[in-house]
Nanobody, 114 residues
Framework: VQLQASGGGLVQPGGSLRLSCAAP????????MGWYRQSPEKQRDLVAS???????FYADSVKGRFTISRDNAMNFVYLQMNSLKPEDTDVYYC?????????WGQGTQVTVSS
């Protein structure tokens, strides 16, 4: 099963985007879900995560700008990204935390540029 992220796009610096990811109930229900990002020639880094009971974690680079949330009824995880910066340009992925290789989907491209 690959988890597919959606909602990326081109946005100007200071703009906002909301990413979405749906997961099968068997994966979503008891797992911590995470958003990751990766640029070419760089490792894939954890951006934010949320446990099944709502405890969140954020990388220092996105604290105060990004908000992760989950809909436990619909099995969706979201990443609200505000005050976007050019350095947020990456391909964004969702997965469990810790991540499982078989769950990586194609990701969604986020480009922050004027």
């Amino acid at each position: 099963v690959q988890l597919q992220a959606s909602g990326g796009g081109l946005v100007q610096p200071g703009g906002s985007l909301r990413l979405s990811c749906a997961a099968p109930n068997i994966i979503f229900k008891l797992n911590t879900m995470g958003w990751y990002r990766q640029s070419p020639e760089k490792q894939r880094d954890l951006v934010a995560s949320i446990t099944s009971n709502g405890t969140t974690f954020y990388a220092d680079s996105v604290k105060g700008r990004f908000t992760i949330s989950r809909d436990n009824a619909m099995n969706f995880v979201y990443l609200q990204m505000n005050s976007l910066k050019p350095e947020d340009t990456d391909v964004y992925y969702c997965n469990t935390r810790p991540s499982l290789g078989s769950f990586w989907g194609q990701g969604t491209q986020v480009t922050v540029s004027s």
